[in-house]
């Protein structure tokens, strides 16, 4: 799996974005269909939400590929700057984080593990935001030590 993932670091490096996520959709889309017990984990904990058979599949499939666009974005971490968040990026009450910053108050902030939950910190980093963040670690030190480089 380690060395996929540096295929998918490579391969994010060279491509624009779109085609990033073209490719990676597809690949998610093989994933979803080759691995039986990621797709039945998925259908089991969203079948406490979705109980159409015919919805839970399309979910299931739009959460594979939608972690495939969250690891291109996650690969392509180092190409963020203030002019990428400044263009795609919309902040709303920052305000409340500055006026906390300002007071020297200490935060916790939760974020759910849905869609690109590690962008925040790594938006909050550009904009000049000290923080800690805690993760668990990966089964594999080698993928441990990957995202923890691309995190920090």
């Known amino acids: 799996m380690y060395?996929?993932?540096?295929?998918?670091?490579?391969?994010?490096?060279?491509?624009?974005?779109?085609?990033?996520?073209?490719?990676?959709k597809y690949l998610s889309l093989l994933k979803f269909y080759l691995s039986k017990k990621d797709r039945e984990t998925l259908y089991y904990n969203f079948s406490v939400i979705i109980s159409d058979r015919k919805r839970l599949k399309r979910v299931a499939k739009e959460s594979f590929i939608n972690f495939g666009y969250y690891l291109v974005d996650f690969f392509r971490y180092s190409k963020l700057n203030l002019d990428f968040v400044k263009r795609y990026v919309k902040i709303e009450n920052i305000s409340y984080l500055d006026n906390y910053v300002k007071e020297r108050k200490g935060l916790i902030i939760l974020t759910a593990h849905i869609g690109n939950y590690e962008?925040?910190?790594?938006?909050?980093?550009?904009?000049?935001?000290?923080?800690?963040?805690?993760?668990?670690?990966?089964k594999d030190k080698r993928l441990d030590r990957f995202f923890n480089k691309k995190r920090f």
């Open 3 to 24: 060395y996929l993932f540096l295929l998918g670091e490579f391969l994010a490096s060279i491509f624009p974005r779109k085609v990033c996520y073209f490719i990676a």
């Open 119 to 138: 962008l925040g910190g790594v938006i909050a980093s550009i904009l000049g935001y000290k923080f800690s963040a805690i993760v668990l670690p990966h």
